[in-house]
DNA sequence: GAGTGGTCTAGACCACGAG
DNA sequence: TCGTGGTCTAGACCACTCA
């Protein structure tokens, strides 16, 4: 039962948890590495794939491997109760957005229920800890709803747009999140600074008026490892007795 | 830009998809393989192990490799305005339990807010499609609260343990959520039945009564891309309006 | 015992970064 | 130019499965 690429991953892991690798520093050349743990140089690679999946190394072509500085986890809260809930230091984050207008088309036709060339604006937020990727995030809304411009928003997951939607009397009615663990494509991971082979927290969420008819669709996309979504609601039983 | 090894993927997954290599055969071994898309052995294997992370094979050590049969993603529902949602083909799903009592310890006791040593009741819940692993549970209760046995449950989640407490009497005032995109630890893995390299849907769920007193705690895994969870709220501006 | 996958290795060759 | 990581390869050796 002797696997050696995960004794090395176990070896190293424990250093940079430890401390003993201090975060930002470079690790020791492959090579030397390889020797240090008396391993061939194709084990030792795959060691630290392991670990650069798990998000502790970054490695650097021609630069070398680099210890990630650890962060604070990225909080996404949502549910009746959220206000309830704490988001844990929100405020270190720096949010980018981009706005598009595009044509409803592909995907975006059933997740959104709008027919095909129906316009849209789409805005994409990336938040941004200390230089690092934290969170991305999609937003879709009809184009005969949106309110143009905002301010530079506080929050990365869009809540912006639906505070202005509100401000203007739109009202929405209820809330479906969706939520999936799955790999990125190549364009995801590369906007969220993540390699291919590490997961993300994907949440797909829609708002729909009293109608069903969707106001807002949101893709929202996490590192997996590095972020959280936190629910909270009141419970249903209750609400029913209270009926 | 020519990585070999992820053309192997892409021309394989295509022929996965397509039903080209219909689910449950085997394919050429990887010799063959490796012969057919000319590339050396390590790089074939290469391109198998991303297609295994992403759970469209199966590797059997002596035996071969496998198309896995695709299978309905399960899903969990929550929220308080779950009755609307309608999870599919629940109903395909085979629950297994294990009832084991212990004391609190760890990382149990954070999470429960209960003294070490405090006398618990844990259900394992392990549901299968077609003998497939399909989520995994494991659902706390301290022990002066537990009911005893209940009938075989309906639900993955634990919900016949809810309902117990319910029609004892005891009502639950929240739920709180919270959910995270990782890794599985070996014995998750082998439970699961997916790779340590697959991503699981981890959902963290802890009810409290209207003191904030947790009355129980369930941890809910479901293995990534097999599997999503539904959040359906109503919308919190609203309830702060009507209040 | 024949066939299969699992692990590990040495080494070739290319591409990138920095001086 | 030199050191670094990225990709690919051939092949040794072991462990498992099944006839």
Redesign the pocket.
Known sequence: M?????HVVDELRSRIKSGALPAGDR??????L?ATY?????????A?DVLQAEGLIE???????FVRPPIRPVTYVSGCDAQTVQPAGSSLLKVDVRVTELEAQGGLLPWLQVPAGTPLVERVYLSKQAGVPCSLARVYVPRVLDGGATEVPQSPWGDDVLAQLFARGVRLAATRERTVARFPTAEEAEELHVVTRAPVLVIERTSTDSDGRVLVGSLLLLPGGRAEALFATVDCRNLEEAR
């Open positions: 002797a696997v050696r690429y995960t690790l020791p050349s492959e090579g030397e390889a008396r391993v061939g140089l194709p084990t030792l690679r795959r630290l490695k650097f072509h021609g630069r070398g491997n």
